[in-house]
């Protein structure tokens, strides 16, 4: 399986929307400024561990449910290649 820049933060951005949630509040419950999220969500800055643990938590996810996703995205990626 291959890395896939912005696979993470499509997930977390359509994780976000499909709760209902703005980034500005999701940021928040996360603990992170709404720009950094912004970033991630648009690809243009990858989360490090810690921050998808935040975001997973935010999210009411454990954190491997979260890389799971990401994971599933990946392998969309892959099987269309």
């Given at each position: 399986?291959?890395?896939?820049?912005?696979?993470?933060?499509k997930?977390?951005?359509?994780?976000?929307?499909?709760k209902?949630l703005?980034?500005?509040?999701?940021?928040?419950?996360?603990?992170?400024?709404?720009?950094?999220?912004?970033?991630?969500?648009?690809?243009?800055?990858a989360p490090?561990?810690?921050?998808?643990?935040?975001?997973?938590?935010?999210?009411?996810?454990?954190?491997?449910?979260?890389?799971?996703?990401?994971?599933?995205?990946?392998?969309?990626?892959?099987?269309?290649?």
């Open positions: 399986m291959e890395f896939v820049e912005g696979s993470a933060g997930v977390i951005r359509n994780l976000r929307v499909r209902g703005t980034q500005e509040v999701l940021s928040g419950l996360a603990g992170m400024a709404r720009s950094h999220l912004a970033m991630i969500e648009s690809g243009a800055k490090n561990f810690e921050t998808l643990c935040r975001l997973a938590s935010a999210l009411g996810l454990p954190p491997h449910a979260l890389v799971l996703q990401i994971e599933e995205e990946f392998a969309k990626y892959d099987s269309s290649r």
